[in-house]
């Protein structure tokens, strides 16, 4: 599967100048047009904004240029003030968690956060339109997730407790709202109303449990690495339910973005290994069997050969970010006692046949020809974010230091 060629000594964890400033250009543009650095009312929408808070983080390590990272803190507090917020087109008012303005600053993530979309979200009186369902408001736990984590690497990169302690408050609301006891056992919810009182969408998100655990586990071990963090919540009770919910399930899937999650949750346990996390090493193994599996369905399906126009950008930059996450892996497993893992490495080796889908998906996108299509002008900003992420992946993909 290795293309004749590839350059196997590439790595897309230490990015060229020239990436760099090409993402800066691209991140730079998204701050002004979505009124971060200009006057423009803001536009916020939870998952392009994650993306952007690693971005700017990765940019202000990479170039040592501060204006990075105030644009990373500002992007924190714009996102707590709008999206912590109910819509100006809702009769409700104030923040979704019901706090106060003092408190609310104090613990902007109680209440989650929205999604940001177009819509309304829909009303208890209105019929589901599968459709419109798309552009309605509301929370998504996949969302939260992705915000629990810029959140952490704020933390991380300033030793600041606070945003880790926002990221671990965010978890547990998320997990008391999006998860219940069925008649199949545990439970999530798809999606949410603004305020976390009913369901939206009620079927489960195939990785969301996943997801959920290994952010836990994440936020877990910042709090422990970050001195004069206050030790509540500590997610113990919630990382056990999720737990519980993963066991014996299969996560292979064909879709790009779903199969860049996996890699990318593969690399944040890979990390979490080094941090004394999930010693037993079996979940890394099962992420990395899921997405090898899931790469040989993708490849199958040849969709590197339709035009942009047919293309969805967010979603094969998503396999791009992931698939640059093996090097983390691979840099894991060249420590004792995981060198001697034949699982793990027998993986890899598969995974590594892949690495090349990584890069033609980068260079079909930074074609600009192919961003005059009207499936990436449509996307604009979540497809600009996840390109700049490509560049400067380390921001979003390494979780310390």
């Avoid at 192919?370 to 979780?399: C, K, Q, Y």
């Amino acid at each position: 599967m290795m293309r004749s060629g590839e350059n196997r000594t590439e790595s897309p964890m230490r990015p060229a100048p020239r990436s760099v400033k090409e993402a800066a250009e691209i991140m730079m543009r998204f701050a002004e047009r979505t009124g971060l650095s200009s006057e423009r009312p803001p536009r916020r929408y939870l998952w392009t904004d994650a993306f952007a808070v690693c971005n700017f983080l990765g940019l202000a390590q990479s170039t040592g240029d501060a204006r990075y990272m105030n644009l990373a803190l500002r992007l924190v507090g714009q996102v707590h003030d709008v999206l912590g917020s109910y819509r100006t087109d809702d009769p409700r008012v104030g923040r979704i968690s019901g706090l106060g303005d003092e408190e609310g600053r104090i613990h902007p993530t109680r209440g989650g956060l929205r999604i940001g979309k177009p819509l309304p979200e829909r009303a208890a009186t209105e019929a589901f339109d599968e459709r419109l369902e798309w552009d309605r408001d509301g929370q998504y736990f996949h969302y939260l997730t992705k915000w629990m984590h810029a959140l952490d690497r704020v933390a991380s990169r300033t030793e600041q407790a606070q945003f880790n302690t926002w990221a671990r408050e965010l978890a547990e609301a998320a997990h008391a709202a999006f998860s219940y006891s069925g008649r199949e056992g545990r439970r999530m919810v798809w999606k949410m109303s603004t305020d976390l009182r009913r369901p939206l969408v009620s079927s489960m998100g195939h990785h969301d449990p996943l997801d959920g655990y290994i952010t836990c586990i994440e936020l877990q071990s910042t709090r422990t690495r970050l001195q004069g963090t206050p030790s509540e919540p500590n997610l113990e009770e919630e990382a056990a339910d999720f737990a519980m919910m993963i066991r014996g399930q299969d996560w292979t899937t064909a879709d790009p973005l779903g199969l860049g999650g996996l890699l990318t949750d593969a690399s944040r346990v890979a990390q979490l290994m080094q941090l004394g996390a999930f010693p037993e090493g079996e979940l890394l193994e099962a992420l990395l069997s899921a997405a090898m599996q899931g790469l040989s369905y993708y490849v199958r399906q040849n969709d590197s050969g339709l035009s942009a126009s047919r293309r969805l950008a967010f979603r094969e930059l998503g396999l791009a970010i992931g698939l640059a996450g093996i090097e983390l892996v691979e840099e894991f497993v060249e420590q004792p006692p995981w060198s001697q893992s034949a699982g793990v490495r027998e993986r890899l080796d598969a995974l590594r046949a892949y690495r090349f889908l990584g890069s033609e998906i980068r260079s079909f996108w930074l074609d600009a020809k192919h961003r005059e299509a009207r499936s990436w002008s449509e996307h604009r900003d979540i497809n600009e974010v996840m390109l700049a992420t490509n560049l400067v992946p380390e921001g979003f993909l390494r979780i310390s230091g």
